[in-house]
T-cell receptor, first 113, second 116 residues
Framework: KQEVTQIPAALSVPEGENLVLNCSFTDSAIYNLQWFRQDPGKGLTSLLLIQSSQREQTSGRLNASLDKSSGRSTLYIAASQPGDSATYLC????????????FGAGTRLFVKA | NAGVMQNPRHLVRRRGQEARLRCSPM?????VYWYRQLPEEGLKFMVY????????ESGMPKERFSAEFPKEGPSILRIQQVVRGDSAAYFC??????????????FGAGSRLTVL
C-alpha cells in the first residue's frame, strides 16, 4: 500500500532563506509525483509535476527533484518570501490501486518578514 | 476557462440533515475525483467518476455517502444524515483523459462542511 510522508510537518524560516521540503513514498512504482501549494481556506495549486522518467523540474524559485528508486522527492525553495507561506503537499500517482492520487499530510511553511 | 467550480464554498448542517456538494469540472474534462481533507490531515481519495459511471469508489464510506456525475450537469457528492465527523473540506478535481502517465488533476477551491 502506497504511503506518502512529508517532513517536517511545519517549518518557520526568516525571509531570504533557502529551504528544502522532503517527501518520501513507500512504493517506487509511480507514474509521476506532483507538488501542490494550499493556502488557508483555499484549494490546491499545482506547482511542479515530475514524471517517473524525470529527475527534476524547475519553475522560477522552485526546484523539485525525484529519486524514484529511493522513494524520495525534495522541493527546494530559493530566497524564500513571506508570500511563500502556505502548506505544501506532495502527491504520487501510483501504478497500482486504481486511479487514486495519494497525498502526504503536507508541510506548513511560515516565512517571517 | 473558469476552472473547476465547486459550490457551495461553505455549508453548515445540523446532525441528521443532508449535505449536497456540487462540482463542475473544467471545460473539456470528463473525469471527476472527490477528495476529503479532515482538519490537520492530507487529502484522502473518495471516488472517481466519469460521465454516468462510477469508476472507483473505494475511498468512500459505504453508508450515507453517494456520488454521481450525470450526463448533464455537475457531479454531486451527497452525504445523508450527517454527523460531526463529516465536518471537513471536500475537494473536487478533474482531468481531461485518464492516461496514467499524464493524469494531472486540477482542483477546485473546495467545499467546507461544518456539522453542528
Amino acid at each position: 500500500k502506497q504511503e506518502v510522508t512529508q517532513i517536517p510537518a511545519a517549518l518557520s524560516v526568516p525571509e531570504g532563506e533557502n529551504l528544502v521540503l522532503n517527501c518520501s513514498f513507500t512504493d517506487s512504482a509511480i507514474y509521476n509525483l506532483q507538488w501542490f501549494r494550499q493556502d488557508p481556506g483555499k484549494g490546491l495549486t499545482s506547482l511542479l509535476l515530475i514524471q517517473s522518467s524525470q529527475r527534476e523540474q524547475t519553475s522560477g524559485r522552485l526546484n523539485a527533484s525525484l529519486d524514484k528508486s529511493s522513494g524520495r522527492s525534495t522541493l527546494y525553495i530559493a530566497a524564500s518570501q513571506p508570500g511563500d507561506s502556505a502548506t505544501y503537499l506532495c502527491a504520487v500517482n501510483p501504478h497500482t490501486g486504481g486511479f487514486k492520487t495519494i497525498f502526504g499530510a503536507g508541510t506548513r511553511l511560515f516565512v517571517k518578514a | 476557462n473558469a476552472g473547476v467550480m465547486q459550490n457551495p464554498r461553505h455549508l453548515v448542517r445540523r446532525r441528521g440533515q443532508e449535505a449536497r456538494l456540487r462540482c463542475s469540472p473544467m471545460k473539456g474534462h470528463s473525469h471527476v475525483y472527490w477528495y476529503r481533507q479532515l482538519p490537520e490531515e492530507g487529502l484522502k481519495f473518495m471516488v472517481y467518476l466519469q460521465k454516468e459511471n462510477i469508476i472507483d469508489e473505494s475511498g468512500m464510506p459505504k453508508e450515507r455517502f453517494s456520488a454521481e456525475f450525470p450526463k448533464e450537469g455537475p457531479s454531486i457528492l451527497r452525504i445523508q444524515q450527517v454527523v460531526r465527523g463529516d465536518s471537513a473540506a471536500y475537494f473536487c478535481a478533474s482531468s481531461p483523459v485518464f492516461e496514467a502517465g499524464a493524469n494531472v488533476l486540477t482542483f477546485g477551491a473546495g467545499s467546507r462542511l461544518t456539522v453542528l
